[in-house]
């Protein structure tokens, strides 16, 4: 009767220490086998004359202490950060190991029972062991390359074998996933390591990877701008890595866009998503715009891009601001544009490159360039920056001589493209424009002149400079 009060007393104590213990620190400590092995000493204590009472006293006290010890050392210690951290599956392994080493000792001694002995010496158990721990023996070496190469761990979402999940434990044999739609999944360890496996959680935040089609009436720049502006107002979305759109390619009805958005978490991809592309349908439909029907348009059409009636009306105003068509008539404004060629051009591109030949010039219509031109020492050198109702070109296209300067687009910009042949017949009705095009041209040469002078002079500067620091200790 003593041993039983002994053992609810213990019992109860166990019960406290181990819900104290996790309520305050979170931890969980291994009450079920030390319990057991109470129950088994009491029932040995009753009953002194079963031996198989005391035989199986003496095992869970002995697998009862193992536990605990590997519990206090391999799971407590680590989390004060006194030990390195230890995978789970190898706490197991090593619970596992010892607990066989004891069972073994203990009937070699309690009970004269020799099992290496019987193993060893029957083939026939040899081999049946041999072939059914085939499998458990290649799930337990995939757990374990698993954590301890720490491919995936506790919380990260992956995919492997074409199914995503979030892992919810790794042991000896399997790995369980919760996967996206809610169910479980328990695939095992060999399984895990002989299929593909990406890691959306091990390596900071996940890229959300988004392929959209719109259609071609919406130019390449106001598409990456509408699509950046509803990433960054996004709260999910990160600002560190930016938001990316690259154009991926031209489709059948539409242009085909990438969408690179960073999270911090793969859990809320999907619900980040389906935002995004819901934000997309309102947004184009403000713009009168939408998402592309598969279609196929044969158009034919001219060579040169024709303008329609609004757009005439804008550069004819824009001409007429200009210094050098500001004295034409309307109607030579009219035929000038009608023989002209307005295009579109993307951000970075190059309109003219520096040293090639060329019989037109550029009249800009919207948005913004940068000149730029080659220096002696190889680098580049920013001439201006050009906007709207300014020219550029007119040199080559009233000299014959190559380009002198590269000028690239700096955002979605468009031009008028005037050659010489529509400028010759403007120099018929009138010869005055010949001379404003000639003292625009010299205007333009003083200035590249100027420029060059003054950046000679600044290299000599830096030169002299690295110089003096050069021999300085020998001036000293």
Known sequence: MAAWLICIAALFLLQLFSRS?????????????????????????????????????????????????????????????????????????????????LVVVTLQQRAKVDLLGIVTTSAVLTAIIGLAAQEPL??????????????????????????????????????????????????????????????????????????????????????????????????????????????????????????????????????????????????????????????????LSDAKTTTNTSNKNEIKQLLEETPLFGGLSSTQLEDLIEASQCSSYGNGETVVAEGDDGDSLFVVCHGRMAVSRLQSNGENLAIAELKRGDLFGEMTLCTGECRSATVRAEGEVRLLEIDREALASLLNDDPSLLDRIGLLVSRRQAQLQQLEAEAAKTQQQDLLLRMQRLFKAWLL
């Open 21 to 101: 213990i996790h309520r305050f620190w979170g931890y969980r400590f291994p009450w079920r086998i030390s319990s057991a092995a109470l129950l088994a000493w009491a029932l040995g204590a009753t009953f002194p004359m079963s031996g198989g009472f005391g035989l199986a006293d003496d095992l869970l006290v002995a697998l009862a202490i193992t536990r605990v010890l590997l519990w206090f050392g391999l799971e407590l210690l680590p989390r004060w950060r006194l030990l390195p951290h230890s995978p789970k599956i190898l706490r197991d392994l090593l619970f596992v190991l010892i607990s066989g080493l």
């Open 138 to 299: 290649k799930d337990l070496l995939g757990g374990l390359s698993l954590q301890l190469e720490q491919v995936l761990r506790e919380g990260d979402w992956i995919e492997v074998g074409g199914l995503i999940g979030q892992v919810q434990s790794i042991s000896w044999r399997d790995t369980q996933l919760r996967c996206v739609d809610g169910s479980k999944l328990v695939m095992p360890n060999a399984r895990v390591t002989a299929s593909d496996l990406r890691n959306f959680s091990g390596y900071g935040p996940h890229a959300n990877r988004i392929f959209v089609g719109l259609d071609y009436s919406l130019p390449p720049g106001q598409a990456k701008e509408l699509l950046l502006l509803l990433a960054h107002q996004h709260p999910l979305v990160l600002s560190d890595p930016a938001p990316v759109v690259r154009l991926a390619g031209f489709d059948d009805s539409a242009i085909r866009y990438e969408w690179l958005v960073w999270q911090a978490s793969y859990g809320n991809s999907l619900g980040l998503r389906s935002d995004l592309l819901e934000q997309l349908w309102y947004a184009l439909a403000r713009q009168g715009q939408s998402i592309p029907y598969p279609i196929r348009d044969v158009r």
